[in-house]
């Protein structure tokens, strides 16, 4: 249920991030009250399992969510994701709700105006704050958010020997298909789900070897002259 409504959150978001603006004047509406709804109810029905009230609000959250992205489309979220349950069968909700932090960390500078008036809608930040200050506290309530109910930051199956391969085919599925701000390279996708990649999976930084100290220079021999013959010595 948990990694459900956390892609509740992101079918919201690639909504309101879609380009072009054309296909996003038909979800608006839809995606005005959703991000307060999330964010006020999903740790309520996490932690209290009857409070039908929490859990109701999360389940016309996911409504509206699935309504808004049915109009919009998917994204770059949903491109990764789909890679990672077809190598290892890692729940959908699961996999979009671990890659959703490290993908708006990545895009957020080309949809910085839509991010901040999310954090407004959320409830996140205020007015006064400048907009890229209130964009970067959605990008980081999100990834709270993701801690709060559980939701690990890395995905413990990824391997790094996968990566070039489940990054090249995200991007198969994501650079035509899908209405992005910002259009997924392979190095971009290798790198975000570098993001995600257990610590222990990472691979070992080489070392440099230290430096050797520069060798002093050897002293020059003194060369004592001798007096040559006839000369007065002191």
Known sequence: MIEGRCCALLSMLRAVISDPDEGRKYVVA??????????????????????????????????????????????????????????????????????????LRWCASR????????????????????????????????????????????????????????????CREADANYPVPRVMSQPDAEAILREVLPIAARPARKRRPAATPPSKPSAKPVRVRKPRDGALSA
């Open 30 to 103: 839809d995606t005005r009250i959703v991000p307060r709804m999330i964010y006020h109810n999903l740790p309520r029905a996490c932690d209290e399992g009857l409070d039908l009230h929490a859990r109701e609000q999360m389940a016309l959250a996911s409504m509206y969510a699935g309504q808004a992205f049915t109009r919009a489309n998917v994204g770059n979220v949903h491109a990764l994701a789909h890679q990672l349950g077809g190598r290892y069968h890692t729940p959908h909700g699961l996999a979009n709700a671990i890659l959703l932090p490290p993908v």
């Open 111 to 170: 949809v910085t105006d839509r991010l901040a008036t999310l954090a407004l809608r959320a409830g996140v930040a205020t007015e006064n704050e400048p907009v890229e200050q209130r964009a970067q506290a959605f990008v980081e309530s999100v990834d709270a958010l993701n801690q709060r109910v559980g939701i690990p930051r890395t995905l413990a199956d990824l391997r790094e020997a996968d990566i070039p391969d489940l990054a090249r085919a995200a």
